[in-house]
């Protein structure tokens, strides 16, 4: 029984050296962490710019209130011409 | 052999310095170390690499508060892995998704195609069995047989004496024997 269970681990320390082998990890991914670990991408956050949906907005009010004032003048006009 | 040691140690007080030059030239040294233990802990390329890339991340955070010891600077690195892989297996009882070629059993069909076609259930049944052992004892095993390393200098890394590691080594042949013989 005990030469049965010594062989048994005979075998599996067999197995051991032949299935647990060192594997190399791929040269791109040595290189790329390499260079991530001391490289910092540098992030820049861009927010949405207010000046010009201010400028659109100011514009389209104002040209609102000129076409408001001159169709008011133009009918204005005619009331007063009649 | 002293003087690559010499030379070694005074990076390795670079780095401690903040010396981003110091580090990659450990960074060099142990990666591929740190990778297989991680490689074979995981049983996947994927989750090895991700692994690995957190623990030189972790290690260059860390390293300006390292203290220096007789221990080796690879047992550091060994020990950040060893915990970032028991949170990986911990938090991982979620599926994961890898993909088939990444799978270590794969692997090896991949590099020996003959000897696979007869030994494929055995290396499967020995990889899983060495995956339901406990940490220490997987490490053992990793350590022992993919770094080659003899029992004094495993007892270095995992913080016991020879003889620990020794009695240690016995017991985690008798589990996987017996695990093995159950699977049976």
């Given at each position: 029984?005990?030469?049965?269970?010594?062989?048994?681990?005979?075998?599996?320390?067999?197995?051991?050296?032949?299935?647990?082998?060192?594997?190399s990890p791929e040269t791109a991914f040595v290189q790329e962490l390499k260079s991530r670990l001391f490289f910092e991408p540098e992030i820049t956050v861009e927010y949405p710019n207010y000046l010009y949906l201010l400028l659109f907005i100011s514009l389209s009010l104002f040209s609102g209130?000129?076409?408001?004032?001159?169709?008011?003048?133009?009918?204005?006009?005619?009331?007063?011409?009649? | 052999?002293?003087?690559?040691?010499?030379?070694?140690?005074?990076?390795?007080?670079?780095?401690?310095?903040?010396?981003?030059?110091?580090?990659?030239?450990?960074?060099?040294?142990?990666?591929?170390?740190?990778?297989?233990?991680?490689?074979?802990?995981?049983?996947?390329?994927?989750?090895?690499?991700?692994?690995?890339?957190?623990?030189?991340?972790?290690?260059?955070?860390?390293?300006?508060?390292?203290?220096?010891?007789?221990?080796?600077?690879?047992?550091?690195?060994?020990?950040?892995?060893?915990?970032?892989?028991?949170?990986?297996?911990?938090?991982?009882?979620?599926?994961?998704?890898?993909?088939?070629?990444?799978?270590?059993?794969?692997?090896?069909?991949?590099?020996?195609?003959?000897?696979?076609?007869?030994?494929?259930?055995?290396?499967?049944?020995?990889?899983?069995?060495?995956?339901?052992?406990?940490?220490?004892?997987?490490?053992?095993?990793?350590?022992?047989?993919?770094?080659?390393?003899?029992?004094?200098?495993?007892?270095?890394?995992?913080?016991?004496?020879?003889?620990?590691?020794?009695?240690?080594?016995?017991?985690?042949?008798?589990?996987?024997?017996?695990?093995?013989?159950?699977?049976?």
């Open positions: 029984m005990e030469v049965s269970e010594k062989n048994n681990s005979d075998v599996i320390e067999q197995q051991l050296k032949e299935f647990l082998r060192p594997r209130a000129l076409l408001y004032w001159g169709i008011r003048g133009f009918l204005d006009f005619f009331r007063k011409k009649s | 052999m002293t003087q690559d040691k010499n030379y070694m140690d005074e990076v390795l007080d670079n780095a401690i310095g903040g010396d981003e030059e110091a580090f990659g030239i450990l960074y060099q040294e142990n990666v591929k170390k740190i990778y297989n233990y991680i490689y074979y802990r995981t049983g996947n390329n994927h989750d090895a690499e991700d692994i690995t890339s957190r623990v030189f991340q972790r290690a260059l955070k860390h390293i300006t508060r390292y203290k220096k010891t007789n221990v080796p600077f690879a047992a550091w690195l060994y020990r950040i892995a060893h915990n970032l892989v028991a949170n990986f297996h911990r938090d991982g009882k979620r599926k994961k998704e890898v993909p088939l070629e990444d799978h270590a059993y794969l692997q090896v069909k991949i590099e020996m195609p003959e000897r696979q076609i007869e030994n494929q259930q055995e290396v499967d049944k020995l990889l899983e069995a060495i995956h339901l052992l406990s940490n220490d004892r997987q490490m053992v095993l990793i350590l022992k047989y993919v770094e080659d390393l003899p029992n004094k200098d495993i007892g270095i890394i995992m913080g016991r004496s020879e003889g620990a590691i020794k009695s240690l080594y016995h017991r985690t042949l008798i589990e996987l024997r017996d695990i093995m013989n159950v699977s049976d």
